[in-house]
């Protein structure tokens, strides 16, 4: 019996090892208050659902649309320190490829170069870097922002094209950036502990030769907890083609992801209050 059980904590260790692009979010529950992703609401038609991990760790998580190619959302702790920024290098995942491939995202040129995969088996899965070099008027836009990140490494992994969608670059570049770096701050004071989702609501065009959906919103939303109880919730929500962002209530985010989702859209599970 007690070598039965040390096999079952074994294959469970493995799987946990080899689990980044999952079924469920079982593997990254901390980055979700009271370990419960969003409904199904936002659930695409080819959804990937990915512990994003670097450097043999977990970072925020990610739903993913295989379709479109970019992310529905990502969710994570808000956690900002002091570490400067690394060099914008973008990577992808290679469980999109394949299940059984790297657990760790990797450059596309590593995969390549090393015959891992090739470029069109990558492109087949996910975005690539060439998606975004020629786009004028849009940025590779951030769904956990770098900045929302305490260390390095933290900081690097937030570097991939699952964490990315077309975004409009003056909005990016101004008032989204403002509510990232200003009305965070000043909203999460008193948060002991603030759980983050980011999400991008697929629009009726694409860029890169008809390969990567650009988004016709941009959302977040935010659940703040004292010692252990949530005390706040708000969100946030642009349209991606004007650079203007609404500070809203949580229920009022709900309310309008419904609507453009045609779907009940319920974030925390109410399990975070809305104020």
Not at 79 to 100: A, C, F, S, T, Y
Not at 210 to 221: E, L, Q, T
Request: charged residues 25%.
């Amino acid at each position: 019996m007690l070598g039965l059980l040390l096999l079952q904590v074994l294959a469970s260790c493995l799987w946990l090892g080899h689990s980044e692009v999952v079924n469920s979010f079982e593997s990254c529950p901390q980055f979700f208050y009271d370990g419960i992703p969003p409904d199904g609401a936002l659930n695409p038609n080819n959804p990937a659902r990915i512990c994003q991990r670097f450097n043999n760790s977990y970072h925020y998580a990610t739903l993913y649309d295989r379709v479109r190619r970019i992310p529905v959302y990502s969710a994570y702790k808000y956690q900002p320190g002091d570490d400067e920024k690394p060099p914008r290098k973008w990577m992808v995942e290679p469980q999109l490829i394949d299940r059984k491939s790297l657990p760790d995202m990797k450059f596309d040129w590593v995969l390549t170069n090393e015959n891992i995969f090739t470029l069109d088996q990558i492109k087949e899965s996910q975005a690539i870097p060439d998606d975004y070099n020629r786009l004028k008027d849009l940025d590779r836009g951030h769904l956990c922002p770098s900045g929302h990140q305490f260390s390095k490494e933290r900081m690097m992994a937030t570097f991939t094209l699952t964490n990315a969608v077309p975004q409009d670059k003056t909005l990016n570049n101004d008032k989204w950036n403002k509510y990232e770096y200003k009305t965070m701050p000043q909203k999460t004071q008193g948060c002991n502990t603030t759980y983050v989702i980011t999400g991008a609501v697929h629009g009726n065009t694409y860029v890169s030769n008809n390969r990567v959906n650009r988004p016709s919103h941009i959302w977040s939303a935010a659940c703040c907890l004292g010692d252990k109880e949530p005390k706040d919730a708000w969100g946030a929500i642009a349209e991606n083609d004007r650079n203007r962002v609404e500070v809203v209530s949580l229920e009022e985010l709900e309310k309008r992801l419904s609507d453009l989702y045609n779907g009940k859209v319920t974030l925390f599970k109410n399990a975070c209050s809305q104020k």
